[in-house]
């Protein structure tokens, strides 16, 4: 059977990097109650001429040279975002154009921080249905753009930046000691959309609006959305807990990374944990802490690596993958 291979993975972070210390002189807020609450010590956001596209290019290119391909050997993109560049053409098909690429096809997928999992999900069906050999899956943000600065429950939480990886057709054998990958599992539930949203958008209000969030209500709920996709994913692959080597979580908050790993019994040593240096990026947290793992020799080839997150609608999602 065919299976959809990580030949290539990349990453993108803006110039600025604000530290704790630096969010204390913006909003009535310490570095002590940030790191406590969430485990952030710093963020990075863009600057002027740094947008989504200009992240997402950088970090696709990043994905291709590490891959060894260029970009005439790509047919497919898709790009996970909630801050697109425009409102239309998709941000994505603004990628193609900074690339040179002038085949294929290019499209976005807005599923919130749960984007990156669900661009996966999308990628692998394109590929194993025969649509794409090669696919750049994105991930990429600037929450900055839609921060309420004097809100300090939110602005302290989120920052900006671009992941991606090249997807490839492989001849697989179907059983889990494939590369590539092997489950997929994709949730939402659109009762819970007044927990975390933003206030705004071309067909309500005509503006940008800012991002809200009920954090008890996102917190409450996020644990047992997590195990939920986590545990249809074994299921599905016929495996255990042991069998993984790497959870790499949606950094959006400490607490819920080490709350889903103590329920799940993953050691903390097996998870990927990068919110401590960039925030919560939304769809761009999984690539970014995949790039991170994957440049440092923690994720090697052959190992077992489960993606997870959850956003806001509420979406919640799972990929299984052989590295």
């Not at 603004?94 to 096809?105: C, E, M, S």
């Not at 991606?164 to 489950?183: K, P, Q, Y």
């Not at 050691?267 to 947290?285: F, I, L, Y």
Request: proline share 2%.
């Amino acid at each position: 059977m065919i299976r959809s291979i990580v030949r290539g993975f990349g990453a993108s972070l803006p110039k600025r990097v604000v530290t704790n210390r630096e969010m204390e002189s913006l909003v009535d807020t310490t570095d002590e109650w940030i790191v406590q609450r969430t485990g952030i010590r710093q963020r990075y956001i863009a600057g002027e001429g740094e947008t989504t596209a200009s992240l997402g290019e950088a970090a696709a290119r990043a994905a291709l040279d590490n891959a060894q391909l260029t970009p005439a050997d790509i047919d497919l993109i898709i790009l996970a975002t909630s801050t697109p560049d425009n409102t239309f053409p998709a941000t994505s098909v603004d990628i193609q154009r900074r690339l040179g690429i002038h085949h294929g096809a290019a499209f976005d997928i807005q599923a919130v921080c749960t984007g990156f999992v669900y661009a996966m999900a999308t990628a692998d069906l394109y590929i194993r249905g025969g649509m794409a050999k090669r696919a750049l899956v994105i991930g990429a943000e600037t929450f900055s753009r839609i921060l309420d600065w004097n809100d300090r429950t939110t602005c302290v939480l989120f920052g900006d930046g671009a992941g991606a990886v090249v997807l490839e057709a492989a001849e697989g054998e179907g059983a889990t000691s494939d590369r590539g990958i092997l489950t997929a599992h994709l949730r939402s539930d659109g009762a819970h959309k007044d927990k975390l949203y933003v206030d705004g958008g071309p067909s309500s209000t005509g503006t940008v609006g800012h991002l809200k969030m009920e954090g008890r209500e996102v917190f409450k709920h996020a644990v047992g959305m997590i195990t939920d996709v986590i545990v249809a994913a074994f299921d599905a692959a016929k495996i255990s807990i042991e069998d993984i080597d790497w959870l790499v979580p949606h950094q959006a908050n400490i607490r819920i990374i080490e709350g889903s790993a103590k329920k799940l019994h993953i050691p903390m040593e097996k998870v990927v944990v990068t919110v401590d240096q960039h925030g919560n990026t939304s769809a761009a947290s999984i690539p970014l802490a995949l790039a991170t793992a994957a440049a440092d020799g923690r994720i090697k080839k052959g190992d077992l690596v489960l993606l997870e997150a959850m956003g806001g609608g509420f979406t919640w999602g799972s990929v299984l993958l052989r590295w």
